[in-house]
């Protein structure tokens, strides 16, 4: 069932909706205007953090392992010439 968001031109409320073919439009269920800006759905943004997620992961894991030691090593050096100053 798709999800639909939704942003009232009369209050600019913010709501979402289930919208199914056979339902008339929705209405703002704080002004009750029908003249209504449909945003992104909440579906496709759910599947688009998804998609994010992935490729972050991906990311990582295509990292060799050495550089991330090497920078855990170089951060604690920092530390401790911080710490001597
Ligand atoms: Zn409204």
Known sequence: ??????????CKHEFEALV?????????PSCKSEDLEKLITAA????????????KRER??????????????YQHALKEHLHDD
């Open 60 to 73: 990582k894991a295509r990292l060799p392992e050495h550089r991330a030691q090497q920078n855990e090593e």
């Open 20 to 28: 199914r073919p056979q339902d008339p439009v929705p209405s703002c």
């Open 1 to 10: 069932m798709p999800l639909y968001e939704y942003i009232c031109k009369g």
């Open 44 to 55: 496709a943004m759910a599947s688009d953090e998804r998609t994010r997620d992935n490729v």
